[in-house]
């Protein structure tokens, strides 16, 4: 096993803030996107979270259930995922090398000739398992796909960052409210108005814009969107448990008392505040005093707010790649290239992306049998 990076298993450790998110309670492939959910299910149900969880067990590696249905080590601790890893990689006698860059893969008659500053080997069978451009210090800096295509792959038309914190102009007021997390729903638009996809999760305001689980998660539908619909725009509501329509008929409703009297409890004074100014309302008038134009503007401002986002903070803080091999080239049975015989793909290299919460790692853990499995039984 060569691996380029200074440390072994470095996206293991910083996962899950150094916990190591090792699965979900349940994973489907509706939680995924990129290649079709279907090719998707397909290698999934070859390694799904009851025996990846039963793997660990036999490791010694005891998982525990948060109520987000996120299974972690009950140690809380990433080392112990990666330790019982490289224990069980040393009772298979598997050989590592590292650091141990791969510079060049070339197909001859006796196999894959594999090269780097570090030397050269030659075998039968190769599994490329190098990541995407996600966290490139850990090692995953987009080499595997120019390995790919040497060896005659195509990659997908875009590759971008996933599961990445979002930026709006410095000058936002959200910028202003750097720490403030709250519970809302993220919305995409395309440009013709149609809803094409909301996340509802914890949303945290920052100095460059937006982060959070639901910030993540629709990050990499934000940015598909727009490859092929300049115009879709974001959104945001910060009363999930309501609509437009509902809370302007609410409001109507309100009487003598003031916006911050009103969602006392469900909001956070400081962002009440600071989204009343938005919309033009003093926070302490009675609602009932509102004009019409006043009670529409701050209805859309709590349930609809749009969202100027100028970019996202990139790979280095992207949690996942999207994009890469299309499993259309890819024997999903065996994780063997369409293209290249003898050469197996598994992990974030392929054109497969999770939602946060333990997913991308269990796209890992059932590639990785299915291409190793079928390596093996080939040998």
């Given at each position: 096993?060569?691996?380029?990076?200074?440390?072994?298993?470095?996206?293991?450790?910083?996962?899950?803030?150094?916990?190591?998110?090792?699965?979900?309670?349940?994973?489907s492939e509706q939680a995924y996107a990129g290649s079709s959910r279907n090719a998707i299910k397909k290698v999934l149900r070859r390694f799904d979270v009851t025996p990846t969880v039963a793997f660990f067990n036999e490791l010694g590696v005891k998982l525990k259930r948060e109520e987000t249905g996120k299974l972690f080590p009950v140690t809380d601790d990433a080392?112990?995922?990666?330790?019982?890893?490289?224990?069980?990689?040393?009772d298979a006698q598997v050989t590592f090398k590292h650091p141990a860059r791969v510079e060049a893969i070339s197909r001859g008659e006796t196999g894959f000739h594999v090269r780097g500053a570090w030397g050269e080997?030659?075998?039968?069978?190769?599994?490329?398992?190098?990541?995407?451009?996600?966290?490139?210090?850990?090692?995953?800096?987009?080499?595997?796909?120019?390995?790919?295509?040497?060896?005659?792959?195509?990659?997908?038309?875009?590759?971008?960052?996933?599961?990445?914190?979002?930026?709006?102009?410095?000058?936002?007021?959200?910028?202003?409210?750097?720490?403030?997390?709250?519970?809302?729903?993220?919305?995409?638009?395309?440009?013709?108005?149609?809803?094409?996809?909301?996340?509802?999760?914890?949303?945290?305001?920052?100095?460059f814009g937006l982060s959070g689980?639901?910030?993540?998660?629709?990050?990499?539908?934000?940015?598909?969107?727009?490859?092929?619909?300049?115009?879709?725009?974001?959104?945001?509501n910060w009363l999930p448990d309501t609509t437009t329509e509902r809370l302007e008929a609410d409001l109507l409703q309100a009487g003598k008392r003031s916006i911050l009297r009103w969602l006392d409890g469900r909001l956070p004074e400081r962002l009440l505040r600071a989204?009343?100014?938005?919309?033009g309302v003093e926070a302490g008038m009675p609602l009932q005093e509102l004009t019409r134009d006043q009670r529409k503007q701050l209805t859309?401002?709590?349930?609809?707010?749009?969202?100027?986002?100028?970019?996202?903070?990139?790979?280095?803080?992207?949690?996942?790649?999207?994009?890469g091999i299309p499993l259309t080239d890819i024997r999903l049975e065996t994780m063997e290239s369409r293209l290249c015989p003898g050469l197996h793909y598994c992990g974030e290299i392929c054109d497969v992306d999770g939602r946060i919460g333990g997913y991308n790692f269990q796209?890992?853990?059932?590639?990785?049998?299915?291409?190793?499995?079928?390596?093996?039984?080939?040998?």
């Open positions: 096993m060569l691996d380029g990076a200074n440390k072994l298993g470095a996206k293991i450790l910083v996962a899950g803030g150094g916990r190591c998110n090792v699965t979900h309670d349940h994973v080392h112990t995922v990666l330790d019982a890893l490289l224990r069980a990689a040393a080997l030659t075998a039968p069978r190769l599994i490329l398992a190098t990541g995407g451009k996600s966290l490139p210090k850990s090692g995953s800096d987009g080499v595997g796909y120019e390995l790919a295509k040497s060896l005659g792959h195509t990659l997908t038309p875009h590759i971008f960052p996933a599961l990445v914190p979002l930026r709006l102009p410095s000058d936002h007021f959200l910028c202003a409210l750097s720490g403030l997390t709250v519970n809302a729903v993220l919305m995409l638009y395309a440009g013709a108005g149609k809803e094409l996809v909301s996340f509802t999760d914890s949303t945290l305001c920052t100095h689980p639901s910030v993540l998660d629709f990050s990499r539908y934000y940015t598909a969107a727009r490859f092929d619909d300049p115009a879709a725009h974001a959104a945001i989204l009343c100014a938005e919309a859309r401002v709590l349930t609809r707010l749009p969202l100027p986002i100028t970019g996202d903070r990139g790979y280095n803080y992207a949690e996942v790649t999207a994009g796209w890992a853990w059932a590639s990785g049998y299915v291409a190793g499995q079928a390596a093996i039984d080939s040998a």
